[in-house]
């Protein structure tokens, strides 16, 4: 079966960088699902759970937002802020949602919509993570 990189990167550290049959990725328009050989494209990325799929198994991370850059022969994940799925806690959850509703609560007019459809995407995330 054929493979592609994958590197994920965010501003704290490197999270991976290995081969992969298969990323979803939680694009800002929709969730996609990048495979060697696929489309150059760019894509920006919504508060969710990303997957890869390789000899390794399968591995998830939560993002809270980024870029994708993908080309035939990789993916590379430009993450605000991921981490692996098992270290999503309670107490990073709150934090997250708190500081979230903050930001919507401040929002005005145009930005109120971003910031409502971002709370909304990470609030969903973070309780599909944690079973809230």
């Known amino acids: 079966m054929a493979t592609m990189q994958f590197d994920l990167v965010s501003p704290e550290r490197r999270l991976a ?8 990725i939680p694009g800002a328009d929709g969730d996609l699902t990048a495979m060697p050989d696929h489309s150059p494209m760019i894509t920006t990325l919504r508060p969710g759970v990303l997957k890869v799929s390789g000899a390794e198994g399968e591995k998830s991370y939560f993002v809270t937002g980024g870029f994708a850059d993908i080309t035939g022969p990789s993916a590379t994940i430009l993450a605000e802020r991921a981490m692996p799925i098992e270290e999503v806690t309670a107490e990073l959850v709150e934090e997250l949602i708190s500081a979230s509703q ?5 929002a005005k007019d145009g930005a109120a919509d971003v910031a409502a459809k971002y709370h909304a995407d990470l609030t969903a995330t973070l309780d599909a993570i944690v079973g809230r």
């Open 17 to 24: 960088s290995f081969e992969v049959n298969e990323v979803q």
């Open 102 to 106: 903050a930001r919507r609560s401040a």
